[in-house]
């Protein structure tokens, strides 16, 4: 990430905790306007008071060579931001951050948000396989269950509460954050104010966090953040986003907040939009793709299901280890194979009735009848039914493992093999 240091070149030499981004901008722009341009000094953000000399010899000379040349008219030098990088909340002086450093070998150490849900306690899994069990933290405002309480590391975090979110990333020196903390589609329409509280307040600590304590952020989007205008058959990665639910309007927000902080102040903030997650072992907390995971627990336990969409409505579907497993290696791309900051990912696509008839080649007697619910049917009306997720393919090589056929043969053996462990208990 390089940045034309034209923007940046003005800093004063002050106490850190006076300095704001927007008191550096109105101070450079007094200074073009008044043509000085002349430097006084350079402040020195905290992060940088652990670089070695040879760094700040360059910030120095940069800046000499600024001082130096006209402040408008730019010759754009360029140097990495996040050696001149500040945070973007103005922080207490006594903060004790900053110092943390890891090298490439390390294993980083993640903090996953609102971990107790569909998809953190699975990912988790995943990571501590990886990068060891104490090295991936989960966290959430729920009681974990006992199996998740004593499979590794768990915190309570609240995403709203500022100061304990920064605590527990400084006291446990975290370097990765996964961000899963949400109000689904379907209950946000049904609480719009926490929806709005929870995925735009909460996101806004999140991202201050990770850009103050120079994390790298991983924040989930969604095929819910397109609406009606889009193009729906397939969806590409840049069209028209105007979404018709708070859900899908937080989550374009996150993208787009996200991506302004990876530019504006270098974090490294990667983000993929995930088609409906169908698993067998979490249950989904609310949304309008849940009917896909339900079929398989109705088919199971009572030959009967009662679908909540119209059977021909078509959207876009994942194996939860396929969201996983992608989740891992967009954090793990390099840099510089990832030519944007929100991907597309898809595996599959589907309507109830397509789905329905997969499931009865495995259990002729399912009975499917459908109900259909207004708020969620109008809301995957205005989704993709596509997805084309060619860039992740391309850029860091990205490969779905489960079509509907295999998903459907996993998910009913693996329901099968626990109800066949609990008759035999
Ligand atoms: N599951 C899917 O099909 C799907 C699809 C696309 C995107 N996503 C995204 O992936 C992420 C995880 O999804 P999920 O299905 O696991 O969601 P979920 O609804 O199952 O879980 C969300 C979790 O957030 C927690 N939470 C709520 N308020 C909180 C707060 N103030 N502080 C901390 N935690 C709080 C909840 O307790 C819950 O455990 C979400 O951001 C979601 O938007 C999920
Ligand atoms: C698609 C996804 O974001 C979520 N499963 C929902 O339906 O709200």
């Given at each position: ?107 980083p150490r993640v903090l996953i948000t609102?971990g ?19 090295n991936v933290i989960l966290s ?13 590391p768990?915190i309570?975090s ?7 979110l920064?605590?527990i990333v400084?006291?446990n020196r975290i370097t990765w954050l996964i961000h ?26 999140i991202?201050?966090i990770a850009?103050?304590?120079?994390l ?210």
């Amino acid at each position: 990430m390089r940045l034309g240091l034209c923007h940046w070149h003005i800093l004063e030499a002050v106490p850190y905790k006076r300095l704001s981004t927007r008191w550096a901008l109105q101070t450079h722009r007094k200074r073009v306007k008044q043509g000085t341009g002349k430097q006084q000094g350079i402040i020195i953000p905290p992060k940088t008071f652990c670089l070695k000399m040879p760094v700040m010899r360059t910030i120095t000379r940069v800046a000499k060579q600024m001082a130096q040349s006209p402040v408008c008219g730019c010759q754009i030098s360029v140097m990495p931001i996040r050696s001149i990088g500040f945070s973007p909340r103005q922080v207490p002086s006594d903060a004790s951050f900053h110092s943390v450093s890891f090298s490439e070998t390390d294993h980083p150490r993640v903090l996953i948000t609102g971990g107790l849900g569909q998809l953190g306690v699975g990912l988790a899994k995943l990571l501590r396989k990886r990068y060891g069990k104490n090295n991936v933290i989960l966290s959430d405002i729920r009681k974990p269950p006992d199996s998740v309480f004593y499979s590794g590391p768990f915190i309570y975090s609240d995403i709203l509460d500022y100061k304990n979110l920064r605590e527990i990333v400084v006291n446990n020196r975290i370097t990765w954050l996964i961000h899963y903390s949400a109000l689904l589609s379907a209950v946000g329409e049904a609480n719009v104010p926490l929806a709005r509280a929870v995925n735009i307040t909460g996101l806004h600590n999140i991202l201050d966090i990770a850009a103050e304590h120079g994390l790298r952020l991983f924040v989930p989007s969604t095929i819910g953040a397109f609406g009606p205008t889009s193009p729906r058959n397939p969806t590409p990665d840049l069209c028209v986003q105007r979404p018709r639910t708070i859900y899908g309007v937080s989550k374009v927000h996150a993208e787009l907040m996200g991506e302004y902080y990876h530019y504006r102040y270098g974090l490294d903030f990667r983000c993929l939009r995930y088609p409906g997650i169908i698993s067998a072992d979490s249950q989904p907390g609310g949304g309008t793709t849940d009917y896909a995971v339900q079929i398989f627990h109705d088919a199971i336990k009572t030959g009967r299901f009662m679908c909540n969409l119209k059977p021909d409505t078509r959207l876009p579907m994942m194996y939860i280890d396929d969201c996983l497993r992608a989740t891992l290696e967009v954090m793990e791309a390099p840099a510089p194979s990832l030519t944007m900051r929100t991907y597309n990912i898809n595996a599959m696509s589907f309507t109830p009735e397509e789905l329905a008839i997969e499931v009865q080649k495995h259990m002729p007697e399912l009975e499917v009848v459908y109900d259909v619910d207004a708020v969620r049917q109008a809301i995957a009306d205005s989704w993709p039914m596509n997805f084309d997720d060619s860039n992740a393919r391309k850029d860091w090589g990205w490969k779905h493992d489960f079509d509907m056929a295999e998903l459907v043969t996993t998910m009913l053996n693996y329901l099968n093999s626990g109800r066949l462990a609990i008759q035999a208990n």
